[in-house]
């Protein structure tokens, strides 16, 4: 249980503020509007809500799954109780209830290795309608150089530069493909500090590719980014595909 998701959910939006990934939600909510209304959207590893809740606001009928019942709380002061839910993604059991299935921030990057992602990735293809499509962003680690990066943000009342948060990612040798991150989260005002490492496995966006054909999705395809262009040199590209709709 790594602490920046458990006993300090409550302050990941100060080291990660909801604005941070507007382009990736801009992006989903784009993909959601594609795929006709109602649209019905699972987000697998949601977080603190902020995705869920700019869907519901787009009239997307949206809800999140997160393993972290800590994260879940927030979630839920965000959208309310029926719209996020603990739960693992090992644990998705629905069968054809969603439009769209997105995994934004690396979530799948936590399976234990290819036998886990694989099985994850066929219960994301068996929620999916006819048509529906999932939009994976991963970790791709040919594309870290190991540079140690830094983010100031506002503390919670709004004091600059109050929160600190350091964090770089390092390919690893071994099976699966591992990736390495490291991160420090400081407030100074409420005298908090943090330092952990997250093992990321998978963190290879084609061999993500090659696991979702292997379930059965169609049309696979690999984005550098949100702006759908081809793999270059993002460290968090997404991986797109659809399920086939059923014949007539």
């Known amino acids: 249980m790594y602490r920046l998701f458990h006993e300090l959910a409550h302050r990941y939006d100060l080291h990660t503020p909801p604005d941070h990934y507007r382009h990736d939600h801009a992006f989903v909510l784009g993909q959601a509007a594609a795929l006709g209304s109602p649209c019905r959207l699972l987000d697998v590893g949601c977080g603190t809500g902020v995705l869920v809740e700019k869907a519901l606001q787009a009239g997307v009928l949206a809800t999140g799954i997160d393993v972290s019942p800590a994260m879940i709380h927030v979630a839920q002061a965000r959208v309310g109780t029926g719209a996020a839910a603990v739960r693992r993604m090992q644990d998705i059991d629905d069968e054809a209830a969603y439009d769209l299935v997105v995994s934004l921030s690396w979530t799948l990057n936590y399976c234990s290795g290819r036998a886990e992602l694989v099985d994850v990735l066929r219960r994301l293809r068996r929620a999916l309608r006819p048509g529906g499509r999932v939009l994976l962003q991963v970790a791709h680690a040919a ?106």
């Open 143 to 248: 594309h870290v150089d190991g540079r140690l990066m830094e983010d100031r943000e506002p503390g919670p009342t709004g004091e600059p530069d109050d929160v600190l948060f350091l964090y770089r990612f390092m390919r690893v040798e071994g099976e699966d493909w591992p990736m390495r991150a490291e991160y420090v989260y400081a407030c100074k005002s409420l005298n908090e500090l943090t330092h952990e490492q997250h093992l990321l496995r998978m963190a290879d966006a084609h061999a993500v590719a090659a696991c979702v054909r292997e379930v059965g999705l169609r049309d696979v395809q690999v984005y550098d980014s949100w702006r759908r262009d081809p793999l270059q040199g993002s460290p968090s590209p997404f991986v797109s595909a659809i399920q086939e709709a059923a014949s007539r």
